[in-house]
T-cell receptor, first 115, second 110 residues
Framework: KAGVTQTPRYLIKTRGQQVTLSCSPISGHRSVSWYQQTPGQGLQFLFEYFSETQRNKGNFPGRFSGRQFSNSRSEMNVSTLELGDSALYLCASSLSRGGGTGELFFGEGSRLTVL | QKEVEQNSGPLSVPEGAIASLNCTYSDRGSQSFFWYRQYSGKSPELIMFIYSNGDKEDGRFTAQLNKASQYVSLLIRDSQPSDSATYLC??????????FGSGTRLSIRP
């Protein structure tokens, strides 16, 4: 059974640009959550999607957005990039809504560097 | 007050000893509790979960939960060098998102 797939794995952008990251969950999983991980802040919750609807949102500015498609694949977008957006972005999938079971399966992440 | 608090460490434990990792949480509505392990450069992976007050054992790992004190811990017996990692605590509830603690870095010294 294939795991969670995130693309791209690495990317470099400059300030002001925008970026789109993709996540394909484990087959059959309907919930996709996104996290930002930095050395100073740890794992910060961005948002969770279930059945194409955003169910929960973390404390991030509106520059961070996401969506989920009918096949459960999800994308997140960051517009007007800032240096502080440099981080590892992790996607996690689960069978039910993440808060219910907590059994999140993480992808390998997309490492974003903003210059 | 942070939603989930963990001692960041590093916690250094000799090989073969018991490692004790602690976590406190603020949301009294939390119904389930999860411990994730993250090796350096890797993604987190679930290693234990507990729903009821008391202890839950799985091999060398024991999770302990005290809902009245809003406290959950993870004990690792017979610690091995392969246990060296960051351990993340995550309370959850059916109505809410999974929020992780900042993690405790554990180092097992030979």
């Amino acid at each position: 059974k294939a795991g969670v797939t995130q693309t791209p794995r690495y990317l470099i952008k400059t300030r002001g640009q925008q970026v789109t990251l993709s996540c394909s969950p484990i087959s059959g999983h309907r919930s996709v959550s996104w996290y930002q991980q930095t050395p100073g802040q740890g794992l910060q919750f961005l948002f969770e999607y279930f059945s194409e609807t955003q169910r929960n949102k973390g404390n991030f500015p509106g520059r961070f957005s996401g969506r989920q498609f009918s096949n459960s694949r999800s994308e997140m977008n960051v517009s007007t990039l800032e240096l502080g957006d440099s981080a590892l972005y992790l996607c996690a999938s689960s069978l039910s809504r993440g808060g219910g079971t907590g059994e999140l399966f993480f992808g390998e992440g997309s490492r974003l560097t903003v210059l | 007050q942070k939603e989930v608090e963990q001692n960041s460490g590093p916690l250094s434990v000799p090989e073969g000893a018991i490692a004790s990792l602690n976590c406190t949480y603020s949301d009294r509505g939390s119904q389930s509790f999860f411990w994730y392990r993250q090796y350096s450069g890797k993604s987190p992976e679930l290693i234990m979960f507990i729903y009821s007050n008391g202890d839950k054992e799985d091999g060398r790992f024991t999770a302990q939960l005290n809902k009245a004190s809003q406290y959950v811990s993870l004990l690792i017996r017979d610690s091995q060098p392969s246990d060296s990692a960051t351990y993340l605590c995550a309370p959850g509830s059916s109505a809410s998102k999974i929020i992780f603690g900042s993690g405790t870095r554990l180092s097992i010294r030979p």
